[in-house]
């Protein structure tokens, strides 16, 4: 068992390598640049001379192995060099042979210091201990920045393990003291210039981003510093007649670089999957760990780029040899080009723009990348170890797609019968039914979110995420037509609300439910087709309200025509709402907020609901309901992004002036 551990534990980095060997190599290399007399091969194996086929540089490396080895007889020292010569070279010669060898070269032995590298040399000498001092620091920092990169990827990730721990902790806090107000108001919370978040912003005339929280950013910003901090500590400068230190640097670098790469290639799979261990320990929406995933993935394409860009310069300025040559004549210099092409693609393409315009293009390109990715990785690496990352990441990129999978064909029971019908044209809303679900395998909570596939020669492919609302034996989704499949879809369905069939499946319920029966007062947002998720929590709170005593539901809509699409959803919660209305009080508003000239309440609509005209007033609506709180405050919303931004800006206002917790639930997905 524990080699089978200490196996897996050596897949994760370069092998070790013993300070003997690192001596042999420090030894060997430098015997090989002095011009012998030697008859034999020009070049010969590295180890070749030195371990025999000449006697004179063999005496030489003998000398200097057991001068600059560890304690001990001299038989001792040499059992590792006679090892080495064994496994590397070949040799034949035993622990004797090098001993007596030693013994006889010492009677000749010349001082090196005064012979020149190209000075023909036909007897042993005494390497000069300046130069072999330096040579020893050099091969120690060149294999030190290996089992560096290694710590360090550990280091990394472990802090990556602490945050969640503490978001997961901090997930269940109640805290409202003076200087968790603070942080939660002005450093978690806002988004981080306090205006946008889930809406874009247009950082160039031609692209646009999605800004993360303030939260997000201090997570990002310490992230960044620590792999920052990581990739520049320690390197001491050294030059010998191997390297300039300039040439020095840069190999340590990009033999660091190499490794803290191939440790985000695992936590960058985790991060971007569906099935996200981390999302249910920490409550964090899917948007964040897309926003996560984004950033791990930039930092570790950086590290990539980084690696093979230092070494192409390395092997232009510091190798004898021509770089193409070095393509042709090794494997893993051009599967570490591969790998640096797939990597900077995938960095290009991701950018925002690109993937909001071409979304179902892009996630094709993106996974048939990053596959491309990890397989030029796994050759690139083939000999030098390092594989284990690959594997975990494989591992979880696998085991995501089989639970995926279990989602799609077990929990929901593969792909059944629904319909699509219009509810809006005017908007481009549009309502999918799936009439009847298994419910005792398909767990529905308020605010899950399912990945819709839909069965046709076009669309088989895709899959996008939606807002469920149960409804009887069945669930609804409302859809806003925008790119890709939604648009396709709507295109395909009459105007006039007739219901047309489809074949369909649904890949969830993923998602988490917000806590709000644990709060006396509750405030829930919604725009347009966001509704499915606050009218889910709604249906839920006004038949269990558990801990609620006060409960604001605004929901602003365009026109009548979506008004009319939740008929029965609005009329079913306004029966629950006279039923629970005893023990807590419900403040029911809708806003129609471009209504038809001369627009009237409608008639069906419940008295429970106020029905206005225009658009919702957020600040006064979350400034009021909070001054009026006598307890724990929950406010969730699903609207629009611009109001969704809106709502978590005046949030975030009121927890740092309200006497009372105040905690937001984000349930509007935008990445």
Not at 150 to 166: C, D, G, M, T, Y
Not at 257 to 283: D, H, Y
Not at 297 to 324: C, D, K, N
Not at 492 to 519: I, M, S
């Amino acid at each position: 068992m524990s080699n089978a551990l200490r196996a897996v534990a050596l897949s994760f980095h370069s092998r070790p390598l013993p300070e003997s060997l690192q001596l042999m190599i420090t030894c060997v290399s430098e015997v090989n640049r002095y011009a012998w007399l030697w008859n034999g091969d020009e070049g010969g194996p590295f180890y070749g001379k030195a371990c025999g086929q000449y006697a004179p540089s063999m005496q030489t490396a003998l000398q200097c192995f057991v001068t600059y080895g560890a304690e001990g007889s001299v038989e001792e020292k040499l059992a590792p060099f006679t090892k080495y010569c064994s496994l590397f070279a070949g040799s034949q010669l035993t622990l004797e042979d090098y001993a007596a060898a030693l013994e006889n070269g010492t009677r000749f032995l010349r001082d090196g210091a005064s012979v020149g590298y190209g000075q023909p040399l036909a007897t042993p000498i005494v390497l000069p201990e300046r130069t072999m001092l330096a040579n020893l620091k050099y091969f120690h920092y060149i294999y030190y920045n290996f089992s560096a990169a290694f710590s360090f990827s550990l280091l990394i990730n472990l802090a990556v393990a602490a945050a969640v721990v503490i978001a997961a902790v901090a997930k269940h806090s109640r805290a409202n003291d003076k200087v968790t107000r603070f942080v939660r108001a002005k450093l978690l919370v806002p988004s981080i210039f306090g205006t946008a978040h889930h809406g874009e912003t247009r950082t160039l005339p031609f692209y646009r981003v999605l800004l993360p929280t303030r939260g997000e950013a201090v997570l990002l910003a310490a992230f960044l510093a620590l792999n920052v901090a990581l990739a520049c500590y320690n390197y001491p400068l050294v030059s010998t007649g191997f390297d300039t230190k300039a040439m020095f640097l840069l190999k340590c670098v990009a033999n660091r670089t190499g490794g803290l790469g191939f440790g985000l290639i695992p936590l960058t799979v985790l991060l971007a999957g569906r099935n996200n261990a981390l999302q249910w320990l920490t409550g964090m929406p899917f948007s964040s760990m897309m926003f996560f995933h984004k950033w791990a993935s930039r930092t570790m394409a950086l590290h990539s780029l980084a690696h093979a860009l230092l070494w192409f310069v390395y092997g232009i300025y510091g190798q004898p040899e021509p770089v193409a040559s070095m393509f042709y004549d090794f494997a893993y210099w051009r599967w570490g080009i591969y790998a640096t092409l797939a990597c900077a693609a995938l960095l290009v393409h991701s950018a925002h723009s690109i993937k909001a315009r071409w979304y179902e293009v892009f996630v094709v390109l993106h996974v048939t990348l990053a596959l491309l990715f990890l397989v030029a990785c796994l050759k690139h690496c083939a000999e030098f170890g390092w594989l284990g990352w690959i594997y975990l990441a494989l591992g979880i990129w696998g085991s995501d797609r089989a639970l995926r999978l279990w989602r799609l064909f077990f929990r929901f029971g593969g792909y059944t019968h629904g319909y699509a019908h219009v509810i809006s044209a005017e908007d481009h809303i549009y309502k999918i039914v799936v009439p009847h679900v298994d419910f005792s395998r398909f767990r529905f909570f308020p605010g899950c979110y399912a990945f819709l596939h839909v069965q046709g020669r076009r669309w088989f492919w895709q899959s996008h995420p939606f807002t469920l609302m149960r409804a009887g034996e069945g669930l609804e989704i409302l859809l806003k037509a925008k790119e890709g499949l939604t648009r396709d879809l709507l295109r395909a369905l009459p105007r006039d609300g007739a219901k047309v069939p489809l074949r369909l499946a649904l890949e969830g319920p993923y998602g988490h439910e917000a806590p709000l029966q644990t709060y006396r007062n509750v405030l829930v947002v919604s725009s347009g087709a966001g509704i499915p998720g606050p009218m889910s929590y709604l249906q839920k709170l006004t038949l269990a309200p558990g801990h609620v005593r006060r409960f604001a539901f605004v929901w602003a809509v365009p026109t009548e025509g979506l008004l009319e699409s939740m008929h029965g959803s609005l009329l079913a919660a306004a029966e629950h709402v006279r039923a629970a209305a005893a023990t807590t009080c419900f403040e029911l508003r809708i806003h129609v907020t471009r209504p038809r000239p001369g627009a009237q309440r409608p008639a069906w609509v419940p008295a429970e609901f106020v029905v206005s005209y225009g658009r919702p007033r957020v600040h006064e609506i979350v400034r009021r309901f909070c001054d009026a709180a006598d307890g724990p405050i929950a406010v969730t919303s699903c609207a629009n992004p611009a109001l969704d931004d809106l709502v978590r800006r005046y949030v975030s206002e009121q927890i740092a002036r309200s006497a009372h917790r105040v905690d937001y639930y984000d349930e509007l997905q935008v990445w």
